[in-house]
């Protein structure tokens, strides 16, 4: 499989979802097709899966099970092992709120789309997994990313942990009952950020059998992949770097990114094409997620949110947020 030019994902948890997806009926043959791949490049560590293919074996293996929210209960059944080191380097993190500091930090290492952030709100933690333009058209993965969060959660502590809220991006899907089965409480759908909640007593509950010493070994070699991936990811990540490094410098255009990437307007183009995102449509992506971020800081001014996105007007900025979130940056601020 010819990666060079596509956004891709850790084969551990591809490999966890074809064996879910298998074990409830749906043809193996059929799930390699979707994945374009042999099965035994599933079970050889660090090996990467194109994303468009494990989005094609979630949508499609959700299809053939014709079972509403059947992404949702398979999700449930994720386990730490099943993310491969940044999993381990979760089971080997003192507390719940340690080990998802490490998927935030290590994402990459699983996808090279969706982001995940962590928020602090009085008494809570916000989860929040923010996906990409890629994912849009496929409600599973919010289904997946939250389902599979929260069974991690309880795998680690060996609790049955209970959110305070669940939200999601997607209308809802007409089975929301499914959703109230697998999380505990009933979810919200069509929010502004797709999110699970917990309480800081959760947050800090302590992680049995942690050893620092893996950990240090761990994170060594976690920190070797990620600076690899820096070097031969896709054009889009490289492209995602440069834009969020330098958006508040100035002004950051296509031009500007082909000559520091050594590429022409029209081969950077190109590229982008075949992973399946356009140049402008980054900049607003990197710009909607960087605006989340920053309005959580409550030390941060609107003014100064603006800025650091590279617009030169405030009311540029108040545009363009209310169109990605239907409201100002001040009730944005608020509400969360």
């Not at 994720?78 to 290590?106: C, E, F, P």
């Not at 991936?229 to 990114?257: C, F, M, P, Y």
Request: proline share 3%.
């Amino acid at each position: 499989m010819n990666l060079k030019n596509e956004p891709t994902i850790d084969v551990a948890p591809v490999h966890q979802w074809f064996e879910i997806l298998s074990a409830l009926g749906v043809d193996r043959n059929k799930l390699l097709n979707y994945l374009e791949c042999q099965e035994s490049f599933l079970l050889q560590s660090d090996n990467r899966i194109a994303t468009r293919c494990h989005h094609a074996m979630l949508h499609k293996g959700a299809e053939e099970l014709e079972t509403a929210g059947i992404i949702l209960f398979a999700g449930i059944k994720t386990t730490a092992q099943h993310l491969g080191i940044v999993g381990h380097l979760m089971m080997n993190s003192n507390t719940l709120l340690d080990a998802g500091n490490k998927i935030v930090r290590y994402a990459s290492l699983l996808s090279d789309t969706g982001k995940w952030s962590i928020v602090k709100n009085n008494n809570s933690y916000d989860i929040c997994y923010l996906k990409s333009a890629s994912d849009e058209s496929y409600p599973e993965i919010e289904e997946a990313s939250l389902s599979s969060c929260l069974a991690v959660l309880r795998n680690l502590s060996g609790n049955k942990v209970i959110p305070g809220e669940v939200v999601f991006t997607h209308p809802d899907p007409g089975y929301a009952g499914a959703y109230e089965n697998v999380f505990g409480l009933p979810v919200k759908f069509s929010g502004n950020q797709c999110k699970i909640s917990i309480s800081e007593v959760i947050a800090q509950q302590p992680i049995p059998h942690s050893q620092s010493y893996s950990l240090d070994l761990l994170t060594g070699h976690a920190e070797t992949l990620m600076k690899k991936l820096g070097q031969s990811g896709s054009v889009t990540t490289k492209v995602r770097q440069l834009i969020t490094r330098h958006l508040a410098q100035g002004h950051v255009d296509i031009e500007w990114v082909s000559g520091q990437l050594y590429l022409s307007r029209w081969t950077l183009t190109r590229h982008l094409k075949q992973e399946g995102v356009t140049f402008n449509g980054l900049i607003k992506e990197i710009r909607r997620e960087l605006a989340q971020a920053y309005l959580n800081d409550n030390q941060m001014s609107i003014s100064e949110v603006g800025f650091l996105l590279g617009y030169s007007e405030p009311s540029a900025f108040q545009r363009a947020f209310r169109g990605w979130y239907q409201c100002t940056p001040s009730e944005f601020r608020t509400s969360h």
